[in-house]
């Protein structure tokens, strides 16, 4: 299941908001100082809902991810499944 | 009560006393640093050249404006000298990574400060938002980049903790020849973070 994980700090925020208000996506934390947000299939978030500038955007997904990277610029976040072993639980 | 352990003390360093550049512009650099970025100029050495056989040290000015916070921010000037090619400061971002950045503490300062520069017809960008800051950024004489600041939130505890997985999972790729991409970083990144969630 494609995670992101998001650090527990204001300037990024609305990532977390915006997951959690176009819904679809299960929201766990803040745990340790972080969120994760995850999915089945594909895990997709576009910067024009989050309201983030180019700046907070880019590097707001400093906390990492799981999964494979399908599009990540200016417009969205696009990750999908590990290609490789299935995913742990 | 066992007697306490007496351990050596560990020799810490006190902030930053001084940066130093060098510089081909006195006038300007004098003018700009004094009068419009309005620093005190606090000292000033000038010296014979001395030393250094092979390379023949220029006679040279040494001149210190005060940076805040107990630092001084000097420029060097090397009398009968030019600038060489190795230190003209290239165009381009990487250039720009090296730079000081001065600290505002409100949003009408950052923008007067925009304001007063444009008005001594320095080329300045429009404030730029980034995590904790937001900034304007321009050039000196030198052509040295600049950048005013205005902190948005004061760095804490989750900040530091989080700089040490970064640090933990770049410098891991690093040393095994596997940080070709910052994605690769994320994903190892993201590990140790599930990890830290998990242990909580």
Redesign the interface.
Same mark, same amino acid.
């Given at each position: 299941m494609p995670s992101l994980y998001v650090l527990d700090v204001p300037e990024f925020a609305p990532l977390v908001e915006t997951a959690r208000r176009v819904g679809g996506f299960d929201v766990v934390g803040p745990k340790a100082g972080y969120f994760r947000i995850s999915t089945e299939g594909q895990l997709r978030l576009r910067r024009a809902d989050t309201g983030l500038p180019e700046a907070l955007w880019f590097g707001a997904f400093t906390a990492g991810y799981d999964g494979e990277e399908l599009v990540i610029d200016a417009e969205q976040f696009w990750i999908g499944p590990k290609r490789a072993a299935a995913d742990a639980a | 009560m066992p007697a306490p352990k007496i351990t050596p003390l560990k020799p810490r360093l006190h902030g930053v006393d001084h940066t130093a550049h060098p510089t081909w512009k006195l006038k300007e650099t004098i003018e700009f640093y004094r009068d419009i970025m309005g620093l005190p100029l606090v000292h000033a050495i000038t010296a014979k050249g001395w030393g250094r056989e092979k390379e023949q040290h220029a006679d040279f000015l040494h001149i210190f404006f005060d940076s805040g916070n107990g630092s001084n921010i000097a420029f060097f000037y090397y009398i009968g000298t030019s600038q060489p090619e190795a230190l003209k400061i290239p165009k381009g971002y990487m250039a720009m990574a090296n730079h000081t950045a001065w600290a505002v503490e409100t949003m009408d300062d950052l923008i007067a400060w925009k304001e007063r520069l444009r008005a001594f017809g320095v080329t300045v960008s429009d404030e730029? &938002?980034?995590?904790?800051i937001e900034s304007i950024y321009f050039r000196d004489p030198n052509f040295y980049p600049i950048e005013i600041t205005l902190p948005? &939130?004061k760095l804490d505890r989750? =900040?530091e903790? =989080?700089a040490a997985l970064?640090v933990k %999972?770049a410098v891991e790729l690093e040393a095994a020849g596997k940080l070709d991409t910052i994605?690769s970083?994320?994903? &190892?990144? %993201?590990?140790?973070?599930?990890q &830290?969630?998990n %242990? %909580?």
């Open positions: - | 730029i &938002r980034h995590e904790t948005l &939130r989750l =900040d903790t =989080d970064t %999972a994605e970083m994320w994903k &190892r990144k %993201a590990e140790l973070v599930q &830290r969630m %242990a %909580a």
